[in-house]
């Protein structure tokens, strides 16, 4: 039996977040920083630092993820508006 140890952090961040990124020519990595106040006002920052071309990869993602969002939310919208349009007695006159 061989026996593995995972550690997962979790954090949810608000609208209020402060983000800021920084490529190192030197060292090759990006330093992406999240920063906000919570309760109590504690301040929360953390940081990430990563090759550069696992950022890239990243961002790819990223974006490929958002576009699919807001076409789905696109869609549902066009579906509401024809749903609403359809069913609409004064407007099959």
Not at 26 to 50: A, D, Q, T, V
């Amino acid at each position: 039996m061989e026996t593995k140890q995972t550690n997962e952090h979790g954090i949810n961040f608000t609208s209020k977040v402060r983000t800021s990124s920084y490529a190192s020519s030197y060292s090759g990595n990006l330093l992406l920083s999240f920063e906000e106040c919570g309760e109590n006002s504690i301040r929360h920052k953390y940081n990430l630092s990563m090759p550069l071309e696992v950022a890239r990869k990243l961002c790819e993602e990223l974006a490929e993820d958002i576009i699919r969002h807001d076409d789905a939310v696109e869609e549902k919208k066009a579906e509401e508006a024809k749903e609403l349009v359809s069913g609409d007695p004064l407007l099959d006159l």
